[in-house]
């Protein structure tokens, strides 16, 4: 098992069979997340102070040929409220319409540990790019310090809306993953952060 966490310094601390040590230490809020095991990272890309997204595939996969995608985006000081953050990323997808028949629909919404919470499903049955169809579940959490969105998708054959082709072990799976993302701080005692 490997746990990852994620912060505004953009700390990393993996655990493989030995106890998890932090790179760089961090003093403020962090994403923790349990990266499931087989998956490596494929693409990073960010701007000090504005974002930061790490991008991971299944080992035996490339970010040029990924059939599953797991990505993290943290995208800092932003006062955005959740609700409108959800309406602009709706937006975003329907005005650049990257497939045939996307559709953006906020599953839910809730707190998490006192933090405004969101997911929404990304259906693409046909991109427009590769010709193939995706799915994507993504999860947005506003912290104080930042908007952290985790997004799992999967890639395939083109299919159409009425026929989403995900088996629905996978899917639960998918959303017990999102369930155990918490955002914590060690300087809050409800959101204090484990000893990593």
Known sequence: ??????????????????????????????????????????????EAGR??????????ETIATWTRLL???LFYNLTTPMERY???????????????GTTFTVMRTRQVYGLDSAIAMLVCPRSKTTGL???????????KEAIYVVQRAMRGPAYTAAAVPIATTEFQDWLTFMDK???CDPREAARRCPAL
């Open 1 to 46: 098992m490997k746990w990852f966490c994620w912060a505004t310094t953009l700390c990393i601390a993996a655990a493989l069979s030995s106890p998890v040590h932090a790179q760089t230490p961090v003093l403020n809020e962090r994403l923790l997340i349990e990266l499931p095991a087989g998956w490596k990272v494929g693409y990073t890309a960010g």
């Open 51 to 60: 974002f930061n997204t790490v991008e991971y595939v299944l080992e035996a």
């Open 71 to 73: 990505t993290i985006q």
């Open 86 to 100: 959800m309406e602009l990323m709706k937006a975003n997808f329907d005005q650049q319409a990257p497939c045939e």
């Open 133 to 143: 169809g995706e799915l994507t579940l993504i999860q947005a959490l506003r912290g």
């Open 181 to 183: 993302l918490w955002v």
